[in-house]
């Protein structure tokens, strides 16, 4: 049985924005991702699963118990915002004793409980401090203590660390991971950060205009994306023109096995991520002109002139520094997704 199960919701707004029939089966103990650009829809799921929206259609269930019919605070569901929410004039200490008050803990439970989840989020002896004087990460952990107190069956997160500076983000990705291991809580993680959905998520769900584009693992969903718009939205990727003749795909000088059978004979796109492509002297791959080589710490990022398009790849630092701007070269790769050449238009509207 799921622990959280979304069947087929929708939710239209007045203006035709909103999501089309999102459904989902999350396991206890998963932690499971909405990706996807900004007005796709992750947050209008997400308030739908917490109380804060009503769907038009379809049942959430939590357990195997509906839990639609239920205000926000019966549902077995904790919520954590990209604005801490926190109570300024509260010590750090009620803010996470508050919703223990409402649900008649002891005095002693209620610190025991407190203690434990500060300690959880590393902010063991910031319990009689005011949120306003700690750092916007600090506050951000506080909130999570607070969600996490609650011991929720789902824990809904939407873009909780956002606000926070790059390195920050990727501390508190670790240490939220960490905690969702220790305690073996259900979450579902918003975000349209692809590289923490990537990092932190057991799952993602990929959304576009409202609806599931794909719904699968990082590493699955990284590298055998299924439409150009999830190639490109995760991860860097060329886009090129190709042509199958069913068992084979040629794309300039290269003749290369066909990953998709199933895919009309004809023109097609074929998308190389930068790393699977390399740089060769031979000029049996594709030829072209060095533009640009971006050293970026270990690896340089290099950006080759091809017919009309401007390719990267990534390559080793060393290699970098025997490359110049104008200098020819050929381009290979042995590893690419190929789509049918409709999907262009698709990814663009
Ligand atoms: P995301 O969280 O992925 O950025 P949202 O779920 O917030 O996206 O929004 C999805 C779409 O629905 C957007 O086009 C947004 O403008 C619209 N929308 C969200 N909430 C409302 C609302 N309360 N009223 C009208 N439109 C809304
Ligand atoms: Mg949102």
């Known amino acids: 049985q799921s622990q959280l199960s979304i069947r087929n919701i929708s939710k239209i707004f007045k203006t035709g924005d909103g ?8 396991a206890k103990g998963e932690m499971v991702t909405l990706l996807g650009p900004s007005g796709c829809g992750k ?19 939590i357990r195997g118990n509906s839990i639609l019919q239920l205000p926000p605070e019966k549902r077995p569901t904790a919520m954590v915002f990209q604005s801490y929410n926190l109570w300024p ?13 409402i649900r008649k803990y002891t005095k002693a439970d209620m610190e025991r409980e ?15 401090k005011h949120p306003t004087q700690l750092s916007g990460g600090q506050q951000q952990r506080v909130a999570l203590a607070r969600a996490l107190l609650l011991k929720p069956d789902v824990l809904l997160l939407d873009e909780p660390f956002s606000a926070l500076d790059a390195k920050l ?33 057991d799952r993602i769900v990929v959304m576009h205009g409202g609806q599931i584009e794909q719904l699968s693992t990082p590493q699955d969903i990284y590298d055998t994306p299924q439409s150009l718009f999830v190639a490109n939205f995760i991860g860097r990727i060329n886009v ?16 290369l096995p066909n990953p998709k059978l199933e895919l009309p004979i004809g023109h097609c796109i074929v998308a190389v991520r930068p790393e699977d492509m390399y740089l060769s002297e031979q000029e049996e791959g594709l030829t072209g002109h060095i533009r640009q080589v971006m050293v ?54």
Do not use: C, W
Request: hydrophobic letters at 40%.
């Open 89 to 101: 004039h509260m010590t750090v200490y009620e803010n996470l004793a508050f919703g223990l008050k």
């Open 240 to 255: 090129l023109k190709g042509v199958s003749d069913g068992q084979h795909i040629t794309v300039g000088g290269l003749r």
């Open 19 to 26: 999501v089309k029939n999102i459904s989902l089966e999350i």
């Open 169 to 201: 983000r990727m501390e508190m990705r670790e240490e939220l991971r960490d905690i969702q291991m220790a305690t073996d809580m259900t979450m579902v993680f918003v975000t349209h950060d692809q590289e923490e959905a990537l990092s932190i998520s």
């Open 114 to 128: 407190v203690k434990a989840a500060l300690e959880m989020v590393q902010l063991g002896s910031a319990a009689s």
């Open 296 to 349: 970026l710490g270990h690896y340089a990022e290099v950006s080759v002139n091809y017919e009309e398009e401007v390719l990267k790849v990534f390559v080793p630092r060393q290699q970098a520094a025997t490359l110049h701007p104008g200098q020819p070269i050929s381009l290979m790769f042995s590893k690419m997704n190929v789509f049918p050449e409709i999907s262009v238009s698709e990814a663009d509207k």
């Open 43 to 61: 947050t209008t799921v997400l308030r739908s699963i917490g109380g804060f929206l009503e769907p038009d259609s379809g049942d959430i269930l």
